[in-house]
């Protein structure tokens, strides 16, 4: 008779989903002074639904060399993201720089290019997703490419609030309440930044959704209302250009001016690394 040799059972050592996002949250790298998580775009999206799924609000900053010249030049704003749950970098100029002073993130992780695909994941997952924001219309049209999209998502609501509004603490009342009453898991927020870090910051903690993400002009891109740079140039670093020359008047200052410290910014990091090499 044949003998049938039987393995003694072995614990399960499946890593949780909250024991990864712990793990993630720990290969953090401090670049420019703002806590970068390093990850790729799969495992951000992967993050983010855990944190979607967690009972205490959390926010997230999609920082490009934009928001790092900010943290440099305005020491007001820094608790925007050194008090942000993730941080990742959005653009190419950063992941370059990342490389150069030792400090690697490994793909950039763009707002514009989370929105489309965690609202993809929502619709997989459960989850419910509400758009605050973007031009007047956007946010409407963008539920309905993405409903038709995803039969299955859950669209809590949208709202485009006037100009002003976050000065207005009737109108703030409002909103927070709508996002309340809708019990969110994932709001979107395209208010432009700093302006949606500011209010995220500011509210989150009375609007309780569970995750909330500034995601600029994002709902544009999707209708078309905009468009976006082509891959190629934004593998290039470029997508910056391709946005300044359709609208010259109000970002060229921004692009020319202001984001050109970054390039001091990274010889500074640069400098700092050489001097903590040296025997």
Known sequence: MATVQTQSAVPSREV???????????????????????????????????????????????????????????????????????????????????????????????????????????????????????????????????????????????????????????????????????DVDILFVGLGSPKQEKWIAAHRNDYRARLSVGVGISFSFLCGDVVRAPRWLQRLGLEWAHRMFQEPGRLWRRYLVDDSRFAWLVLREMFKRSKQLDP
């Not at 997989?124 to 997703?129: A, D, I, N, Q």
């Not at 509400?130 to 993405?146: C, V, W, Y």
């Open 16 to 182: 949780t989903p909250v024991a990864r996002l712990v793990s993630l949250r720990q290969r953090c790298v401090s670049l420019f002074g703002i806590p970068f998580w390093a990850i790729r775009f799969e495992e951000t999206l992967d993050a983010l639904v855990e944190l979607a799924r967690g009972d205490e609000p959390s926010y997230v900053v999609t920082a490009n060399v934009d928001h790092v010249v900010r943290f440099e030049r305005r020491p007001e704003v820094r608790y925007l993201y050194l008090d942000a749950d993730m941080v990742v970098a959005d653009g190419m100029p950063l992941i370059w720089a990342s490389k150069l002073v030792g400090r690697r993130l490994p793909q950039r992780v763009a707002g514009s290019d989370l929105f489309p695909a965690l609202s993809a994941r929502a619709a997989r997952e459960g989850l419910s997703v509400f758009l605050l924001g973007g031009d007047p219309g956007t946010a409407d049209r963008s539920a309905a490419i993405l409903r038709a999209r995803h039969p299955s998502l859950r669209i809590a609501g949208t709202y485009c609030p006037p100009m002003g509004f976050e000065k207005d603490a009737d109108e703030n009342g409002r909103i927070i309440e709508m996002i309340r009453a809708a």
